[in-house]
């Protein structure tokens, strides 16, 4: 048995399960749910949402096009009915399934935005009821052509009452459907080749060997540098690292300020941290290369 078909059999055996509940008469559903209401008995709520489980299956059909599992659209219906049972008032003198049906399209609807995308497609309430009515007055418009090319995006727009700028953008997010790195492309499916092998690798990988001699010649500055300091006074290795190798350095009057001196008497100790620095560092070559006799 493929999964295909299995997957049909549990919605096969699903819905004649639920069909196995009769349907409530208009007198028998409002005195479940006034007892229910007033008793709060879980025998009644139970009545109460598995005779009407079977106009949840009928609603989840209606989202079929948007290429999600059905039994998970069932699911989802079934948490609004639960809870439209649980907020039903009876003695308001309409049906329950009148009712239910905005909680059931509501939880169907939130399982399709959540399992969209993981980028929100829909983030205001006018975006979330364009969602849905695009794709209803695309495939409309699909079946109403007689060249089969559909509505333009003008038309679109003019039958949803909306700007044309807001149906083009919100084609685009529906179009941008989450695939996963490792699955394979479609042109690569004989060779197995993923979306994740088209990668473009950006770093410095690319070329191992100046990978490695960038790093060698850093570790040389380094410890050079470090040779260098340990011949500075406290004064100068002060200024060394806080005024010459700071993101922000201090300036030459805060540095007197640290050490009551005057900010041109810091400035003469800065250009003696350079010349020593220099002095330690003239070995080496422009980026760090060690110069090489001739």
């Known amino acids: 048995m493929t999964q ?3 997957k049909d059999g549990s919605l096969d055996l699903y819905i004649a399960e639920v069909n196995r509940h009769a349907l409530l008469t208009r007198e028998q559903e409002h005195e479940l749910a006034t007892r229910y209401q007033t008793t709060r008995n879980p025998a009644d709520y ?5 005779c009407n489980l079977r106009f949840v299956v009928k609603l989840a059909h209606q989202y079929r096009g948007y290429d999600l599992k059905l039994l998970d659209l069932i699911q989802e219906g079934n948490l609004g009915l639960m809870m439209a049972a649980q907020k039903f008032e009876p003695s ?9 049906v905005w909680w059931v399209r509501a939880y169907m609807q939130n399982h399709i935005m959540r399992s969209w995308s993981l980028v929100k497609v829909g983030t205001t309430q006018a975006q979330r009821k364009l969602f849905f009515k695009l794709k209803g007055a695309e495939e409309r418009a699909m079946r109403l052509a007689a060249n089969g090319d559909g509505a333009t995006l003008a038309e679109l727009a003019e039958t949803l009452g909306v700007a044309t700028h807001e149906v083009q953008s919100m084609q685009g997010r529906m179009a941008a459907r989450d695939f996963s790195l490792d699955g394979t492309r479609q042109a690569g499916a004989s060779t197995g080749a993923t979306w994740g092998d088209q990668l473009k690798d950006e770093g410095p990988t690319a070329d191992l060997e100046a990978c490695v001699l960038d790093d060698q010649e850093r570790q040389v500055v380094r410890r050079q540098a470090t040779a260098a300091m340990a011949h500075l006074n406290p004064k100068e290795r002060y200024i060394l690292v806080h005024r010459l190798m ?11 300020v640290h050490f009551s001196i005057s900010r041109e008497r810091a400035r003469q100790i800065e250009s003696a941290v350079k010349r020593k620095m220099s002095h330690a560092l003239k070995h080496l070559g422009p980026g760090g290369n060690t110069s090489r006799a001739a």
């Not at 139970?46 to 598995?50: A, G, R, S």
């Not at 308001?92 to 239910?100: D, E, K, M, V």
């Not at 700071?246 to 007197?256: N, V």
């Open 246 to 256: 700071c993101d922000e350095p201090q300036t030459l009057q805060q540095i007197g």
């Open 92 to 100: 308001r003198g309409y049906r329950f399934i009148s009712y239910a």
């Open 46 to 50: 139970q009545t109460l949402v598995v």
């Open 4 to 6: 295909r078909t299995a």
